[in-house]
Each structure stands twice: as C-alpha cells, then as structure tokens.
Nanobody, 122 residues
C-alpha cells in the first residue's frame, strides 16, 4: 500500500510561483499513474493534471501552461510547479497515485497525500 506525504504549500502573492512535492513510499512509483488535485470549500475536488506511468499527460484546460506536473521515479517523488498564481488558485492541494490509465481526464485515484493549503494573496 502506498503512502504519500506532501510538502510545500503556504502563502504566496499573486503572480508568484510555488512548488509542491509528494514523497511516495510502499512501492516503486514507476508503475503508477500520478495526479494533482485541488479543492475549495463547497466545491468538488478537481483534477489539475495527471500523468500515466508511461508519461502520457493530461492537464485541465484552465491551468495548462501555468502548472506543470513531473515525476522522479528514482526518488519516488512527484511534483507540481505552479507559476503566475492568482487568488483563484487558493485551495487545498492533493497529490495522488494509483495503477490506473490516464486518457483525456484524471481518473479516480486510490492513494492520496494528506493535502496542503495554498493561499494566493492579491
């Protein structure tokens, strides 16, 4: 069973950048699809970007070009680089992993990080 521990997050000014990381243990990451999600109070969790084990990547249209997901299988970590942040990006962010297929959307993931708050001030 995978365990995902997130780091990063915090407060950033509008237009700033932030990098979130997720350390994975319990298995080797190279066999898993990965994903990044966020949730604001009162709304459903939304998928920002997902990457299959073979590297096929999907991004939500509204964040494409500003957010970049990556993985380092040797270190068993996944990352989310966020640029040009706006107050609308304020949310709790989650990483996820599972042995699933990634096509034209983020699939359901079984394993999740604990979540980290990102707050963007105007």
């Amino acid at each position: 069973q995978l365990q995902l521990v997130m780091s990063g997050g915090g407060l950033v000014q509008s237009g700033g950048t932030l990098r979130l990381s997720c350390a994975v243990s319990g298995d080797t990451l190279d066999r898993y699809a990965i994903g990044w999600f966020r949730q604001v109070p009162g709304k459903n969790r939304e998928g920002l970007g997902c990457m299959s084990a073979t590297g096929h990547t999907y991004y939500k249209a509204s964040v494409k070009g500003r957010l970049t997901i990556s993985r380092d299988n040797a270190k068993n970590t996944l990352n989310l680089q966020m640029n040009n942040l706006t107050p609308e990006d304020t949310a709790v962010y989650y990483c996820a992993a599972d042995r699933v297929r990634v096509d034209d959307d983020c699939p359901f993931f079984e394993y999740w990080g604990q979540g980290t708050q990102v707050t963007v001030s105007s």
